[in-house]
């Protein structure tokens, strides 16, 4: 039986939309900014992103408490 309490997991196409992986076009689009600007804050680690090949993927539950703690 999975544990279920276990948050490394990712679940890519899935019901659980916490562990999603999104490109640098969408994650502009989730975090209403230009693709330019979340691409330049992913090269100067200003924001939480791993490049794969030439392309920055993001996180969207990382993104989240990247942002409510940049907000507080």
Known sequence: MP????????Y????????????S????KYLKMHVK???????????????VGSEWRFMRNVLDKW???ALV
């Open 3 to 10: 544990n279920t309490s276990d948050s490394s997991k990712v």
């Open 12 to 23: 890519i196409g899935g019901a659980d939309q916490s562990g999603q992986v999104m490109t």
């Open 25 to 28: 076009v969408e994650a502009a």
């Open 37 to 51: 600007t979340v691409c330049r804050l992913a090269k100067e680690g200003k924001i939480p992103a791993k490049k």
């Open 67 to 69: 942002l409510s703690e």
